[in-house]
């Protein structure tokens, strides 16, 4: 069974502040896509990365997928208030895998 | 541009009662899913079209049907409501069904339906 992690489950820092959140896999994916979903409402999706080692920004955001495709990171530089939401991950191989997600809460 | 439309929004049932819940999508997407989303565990595929005509059971398929109606519908059927089933349900849609590898078709997400069972 393939299983992400994503670490931590929930974070909460101030304005300003730089994060980082982490989605983890002893499996192998061909592609790796990043949700963010506010409160009442479906995840949308940020990014997709699918080369090991591939970097990607959205302004504020940096996703970068690991070497090995078994992982990817999300960081977040300055942290806002509207970054306030469920980030999550999925993996794709055989099937869509999702992790459980990350509750990040940015006090202003 | 609507994307994806589910109804109802919320809906409290007694055990045992049936009921269907709705997707209609409006971007021409050949591919439809039924997810739901319960605290820690992330969303877990509950059924998948593929494509019109077609319906496959995903990971957590036991006491639910669904049907699509035609390439713009998905329904999801509870038969016998269980307390178990109280969740939020997600009705999602794909240009392509295909999971994997370059033009990865990303999901597009309804706003889902908060479902309790009591």
């Known amino acids: 069974t393939q299983l992400l992690e994503q670490s931590p489950q929930f974070l909460s820092i101030q304005e300003g502040e730089n994060l980082t959140v982490y989605c983890n896999s002893s499996?192998?994916?061909?592609?790796l896509q990043w949700y963010r979903q506010e409160p009442g409402e479906g995840p949308v999706l940020l990014v997709t990365?699918?080369?090991?080692?591939e970097v990607k920004k959205l302004k504020r955001l940096t996703f970068q997928f690991g070497d090995a495709r078994k992982d990817s990171s999300l960081h977040i530089t300055a942290a806002q208030p509207g970054d306030t939401g469920l980030y999550l991950c999925?993996?794709?191989?055989?099937?869509?895998?999702f992790g459980q997600g990350t509750r990040l809460t940015i006090n202003p | 541009n609507a994307g994806v439309t589910q109804t109802p929004k919320f809906q409290v049932l007694k055990t045992g009662q049936s009921m269907t819940l709705q997707c209609a999508q409006d971007m021409n997407h050949n591919s439809m899913y039924w997810y739901r989303q319960d605290p820690g565990m992330g969303l877990r595929l509950i059924y998948y079209s593929a494509s019109e005509g077609t319906t496959d059971k995903g990971e957590v398929p036991n006491g639910y049907n669904v049907s699509r109606l035609n390439k713009r519908e998905f329904s999801l059927r509870l038969e016998s409501a269980a307390p178990s089933q109280t969740s939020v349900y997600f009705c999602a849609s794909s240009e392509l069904f295909r999971w994997y590898g370059q033009g990865n078709s990303p999901l597009h997400f309804g706003n889902g339906t908060r479902l309790t069972v009591t």
């Open positions: 990365v699918v080369t090991g080692g």
């Open positions: 999925a993996g794709s191989s055989q099937k869509l895998v």
């Open positions: 499996s192998v994916f061909s592609s």
